[in-house]
């Protein structure tokens, strides 16, 4: 089946420093992946659609230039959160879909978490 | 009124029960529903995954979604231990081809030995 390969898978990081997380399809093109966040008991909520070879596209709300997306491949996203802050700790999940295959769902990483002291 | 409604849970059964899992929706342009099962510290794992009204079964799980009543269900047969985890149902508009999905809150199921 399908995989989506999230790295780091947790890491801890001082209030003002910036954190580079990466997502990674690994029997498959995305030409599109997406970025969630989501809180400890809750639901996942969209922040970005990441898109290969332009700009992502960010939801209402989330700071693009607090978070950084780039689509450098065919199989490669990466998240930057900049100059993080306490509250930006989260736990962060990509997920993509095979392009080439009509109607295919999304499959997920196992996700990041991030911890901003 | 949330457009995806799921009750939370937690949901405690013995192993071997049957368990049923639900979700109501809001927007009738949903046609593409999913289940995903989410271990603790993990992403999600792809589960189910219809289009339109109807069942779908695989091993021991089966899916149904009635858009009439905007309701989808998923049913786990001869629960086990490992099946403790959160199920999150997942509906869009379009095909999968979009991150749009609208996640419900999620159930959290535990199956006790």
């Known amino acids: 089946g399908a995989v989506v390969s999230q790295h780091p898978s947790r890491v801890i990081c001082k209030s003002g420093t910036s954190v580079k997380i990466e997502c990674r399809s690994l029997?498959?093109?995305?030409?599109?992946m997406f970025w969630y966040r989501q809180f400890p008991k809750k639901s996942l909520m969209l922040m970005a659609t990441?898109?290969?070879?332009?700009?992502?596209?960010?939801e209402q709300g989330v700071e693009k230039d607090k978070f950084l997306i780039n689509h450098a491949s065919l199989t490669l996203s990466t998240l930057t959160v900049t100059s993080a802050h306490p509250e930006d700790s989260s736990f962060y999940i990509c997920?993509?879909?095979?392009?080439?295959?009509?109607?295919?769902?999304?499959?997920f990483g196992n996700g990041t978490r991030l911890t901003v002291t | 009124q949330k457009e995806v409604e799921q009750d939370p849970g937690p949901l405690s059964v013995p192993e071997g029960a049957i368990v049923s899992l639900n979700c109501t929706y809001s927007?009738?342009?949903?046609?593409?529903f999913m289940w995903y099962r989410q271990y603790s510290r993990k992403g999600p794992e792809l589960l189910m995954y219809?289009?339109?009204?109807g069942n779908k079964e695989d091993g021991r799980f089966t899916a149904q979604v009635d858009k009439s009543s905007k309701y989808i269900s998923l049913f786990i047969r001869d629960s086990q231990p490992s099946d403790s985890a959160t199920y999150l149902c997942a509906m869009s508009s379009v095909s999968g081809n979009t991150g749009k999905l609208i996640f419900g809150q999620g159930t959290t199921l535990q199956v006790k030995p």
């Open positions: 927007n009738s342009a949903f046609q593409y």
């Open positions: 219809t289009y339109s009204s």
């Open positions: 029997d498959f093109q995305a030409t599109t």
């Open positions: 997920s993509a879909r095979d392009s080439s295959a009509l109607n295919s769902p999304l499959h």
């Open positions: 990441s898109n290969e070879g332009s700009k992502a596209t960010y």
